[in-house]
């Protein structure tokens, strides 16, 4: 193999960042030689090989073997680049999944890119990801994937700051879901009143709102049980959704609890959902801002099977307990016993990781207001207390700070309401129009 000075390669811009570590490598070449020559053109100019050449100098050689391969153009000259650096692994995650982008990119420019339905005279000689999986010996799924990764890393920078590829993808998904969602909800249109849901921080929306406002309270606050140690806190991408600090939480409930009896009409109930760790520490809060609290808590039996126990010294956790409580004096409409059977929330039908099912909200609320009646709930989460307000005949406030998970309620109140997305969906209930691809598309 000709050898060549060293310092004759010429080194122009490569697609490599980062090389790793060229310590092991100076070793390897020390004791053994150079194993694979570096590839250089007619010029000199390098080809592939960085990482060996910068090993080669660092060791203080003045040679060094070289394969020539003349009269390749500059595509030719990428395309060996970024094979031999892909199939190294040496690349980072983000250099991989653009280096895998800017090969598919080149072999297209060389050999023409492959039409989907294309039966044309050469069709089957031009390129596809097929083709690109080939070449690099690895499935279309990874290839796809990555190269949808590789254009997210255009749009969404920041996810090069993820440590894996894995966690990458998963980041951007989570990205896709939460813009989607988003615009989705930006274009509904329902007949529902607008204020019905507020985004906001309960405590300062509260504190707007005039005395003796709401016929009845029911909601689902944050239990201050740090559950998401335990990963039963957080969505589907292993994100918390909520804060559930032990410490946070009764400070928020100690300035809540508070405002709530003050918007309340007299002779009228408040449901509040709590961790039966917390019984006296929620229970105090209540009576503590005013309201008389039924000791004896209601029992929701989660019906549907169990999810697992936190720790295998413990039963499985199958019922949420419920506080009522008085401001004054209200007969309930119905004679209702304490414990409540009703499946939970499958997790096909979930938006947000502890969703109460509406028929349940839906007992409390005809249990303690009459039709027309307006309902509060001020930790609205996945906004089950709207939609069983609607169905009750009430009117409702809820409200919820996370901006994702109002999208999220809002498209629930479109499908309750029979309402529609501008520019998706037909206002007279046929068949999506092509928008919705082309809304896909976009993210």
Known sequence: MPKIPINDVVVKDRFRATFGDLESLMLSISRLGLLHPIVIDENKQLIAGERRLRACKELGLDEIEVKFYADADDLTKKEIELEENIKRKDFEWDEEVTAKAELDRIKRAMYGSAMKGDTTAGATNKWNIHKTAEALGESVGTVSQDLQLAGALINFPELRNEKTKNAAWKAYQRLKERLMTGELARRVVTNIQESDLVEGDCLDVLKAEPDCSYDLIVTDPP???????????????GEEVFDDDTESTMSLMKKVFP?????LKPDTHAYVFFAMTYYAEFKKMLEDAGFDVVPTPI??????QSAPPVTPYSFTQAYEPIFLCHKGRRSLNAYIPNVISMDRVSSSQTIHVTQKPTQLMKKLIEASSAAGDLVLDPFCGSGSTIIAAYESKRR????????????????????????????????????????????????
């Open 223 to 237: 239990y201050g049980v740090n559950i998401h140690n335990a990963g039963a806190q957080r969505d589907k991408w």
């Open 259 to 263: 405002e709530m009896y003050r918007v």
């Open 299 to 304: 029992i929701w039996n989660k019906t549907s």
């Open 396 to 443: 409702v406030k809820g409200i919820e700070k996370d901006s994702d998970m109002c999208a999220k309620v809002l498209l629930r109140i479109k499908d309750f309401s029979g309402g529609v997305v501008r520019g998706v969906e037909p206002a007279d209930g046929g068949t999506p129009t092509p928008a919705v691809t082309e809304l896909v598309n976009e993210f």
